[in-house]
């Protein structure tokens, strides 16, 4: 660690599960005050986990009345990620387990993000709240390399969910599966992914399925943060479902369900929450220490 700083405490913890084997798994260090970006990229890659956390004291201005104040800090394998919703998610349940329940806010590279944390009869769960999302289209060439490097056929695409690029904290290239078949047959072309994610500053590719009017099941590439595949993606939970809206696929007031992790044996589940006249999206979910 940088100048001979003693090694922090790292904390394992899931998210959107509460089961240790299920959801997407997060390192959480709760005090990174001494770490340098390569210490924390260090301990992101020997975790090997698609995110890590890291928290420092926030800036003066941040937090309301009741609420605790963070700046966090959010690194994959490779690299630093704007805003990772699963380890925030894991990183709230960890405060939570130390200091109870209650409201959080995190300053991340992307912008303010409140979370409220919850204890639902003993089991804790999270919901934080993105920054302003937006949608962009695609042009046509960069969604026919993006299906090429996936192996997709045009075909297999459900024509009612229009490719586009959802932000609500970070990138991500939005591709619906026709088919359940279709998005559980996942074998793409990892450096082919990876070059056009990095020209388009994409951090991962959603792809989803419609099971029912609210109900998804979603996968996500994530070549560009040295992993094949996210297992819950709160991030990318949160574009989602502004897009879903932007697009009028579901209601401007709605609650989302969103399995995610089943073809890798890490079920997890996200809720996605929509409200009328407020264009920020909530994203919540449960999570549990691993050891």
């Given at each position: 660690?940088?100048?001979?700083?003693?090694?922090?405490?790292?904390?394992?913890?899931?998210?959107?599960?509460?089961?240790?084997?299920?959801?997407?798994?997060?390192?959480?260090?709760?005090?990174?005050?001494?770490?340098?970006?390569?210490?924390?990229?260090?301990?992101?890659?020997?975790?090997?986990?698609?995110?890590?956390?890291?928290?420092?004291?926030?800036?003066?201005?941040?937090?309301?009345?009741?609420?605790?104040?963070?700046?966090?800090?959010?690194?994959?394998?490779?690299?630093?990620?704007?805003?990772?919703?699963?380890?925030?998610?894991?990183?709230?349940?960890?405060?939570?387990?130390?200091?109870?329940?209650?409201?959080?806010?995190?300053?991340?590279?992307?912008?303010?993000?409140?979370?409220?944390?919850?204890?639902?009869?003993?089991?804790?769960?999270?919901?934080?709240?993105?920054?302003?999302?937006?949608?962009?289209?695609?042009?046509?060439?960069?969604?026919?390399?993006?299906?090429?490097?996936?192996?997709?056929?045009?075909?297999?695409?459900?024509?009612?969910?229009?490719?586009?690029?959802?932000?609500?904290?970070?990138?991500?290239?939005?591709?619906?599966?026709?088919?359940?078949?279709?998005?559980?047959?996942?074998?793409?072309?990892?450096?082919?992914?990876?070059?056009?994610m990095h020209r388009l500053d994409l951090t991962t590719?959603?792809?989803?399925?419609?099971?029912?009017?609210?109900?998804?099941?979603?996968?996500?590439?994530?070549?560009?943060?040295?992993?094949?595949?996210?297992?819950?993606?709160?991030?990318?939970?949160?574009?989602?479902?502004?897009?879903?809206?932007?697009?009028?696929?579901?209601?401007?007031?709605?609650?989302?369900?969103?399995?995610?992790?089943?073809?890798?044996?890490?079920?997890?589940?996200?809720?996605?929450?929509?409200?009328?006249?407020?264009?920020?999206?909530?994203?919540?979910?449960?999570?549990?220490?691993?050891?």
């Amino acid at each position: 660690m940088t100048m001979n700083a003693p090694r922090p405490e790292i904390l394992r913890y899931t998210a959107f599960s509460s089961a240790p084997d299920g959801g997407n798994p997060a390192g959480v260090v709760l005090d990174a005050t001494h770490l340098s970006d390569s210490d924390m990229i260090a301990i992101a890659a020997e975790l090997g986990y698609s995110e890590s956390a890291f928290l420092t004291a926030p800036p003066e201005d941040l937090g309301g009345a009741g609420e605790r104040a963070y700046s966090i800090r959010y690194f994959s394998p490779k690299a630093e990620v704007p805003f990772c919703g699963h380890a925030t998610i894991a990183t709230a349940v960890a405060l939570a387990e130390r200091t109870g329940p209650g409201k959080l806010v995190f300053a991340t590279r992307a912008g303010t993000v409140p979370v409220e944390v919850a204890d639902e009869g003993g089991t804790v769960r999270a919901t934080l709240t993105s920054v302003e999302p937006r949608i962009e289209e695609i042009t046509d060439a960069d969604r026919t390399e993006a299906l090429s490097a996936l192996g997709w056929p045009g075909a297999d695409l459900d024509q009612a969910f229009p490719p586009r690029i959802a932000f609500a904290g970070a990138r991500h290239l939005v591709l619906a599966a026709a088919t359940r078949e279709r998005l559980a047959d996942l074998a793409y072309d990892f450096a082919r992914l990876e070059a056009l994610m990095h020209r388009l500053d994409l951090t991962t590719v959603q792809l989803v399925w419609r099971e029912s009017a609210t109900v998804f099941h979603v996968r996500d590439p994530f070549p560009v943060g040295g992993v094949v595949e996210d297992p819950a993606t709160g991030a990318a939970a949160a574009a989602f479902g502004a897009y879903a809206r932007d697009l009028g696929l579901v209601p401007n007031d709605a609650v989302l369900t969103l399995h995610q992790g089943e073809d890798l044996g890490r079920p997890g589940e996200l809720t996605v929450t929509l409200r009328e006249g407020d264009s920020r999206v909530r994203v919540s979910g449960t999570g549990v220490r691993i050891r």
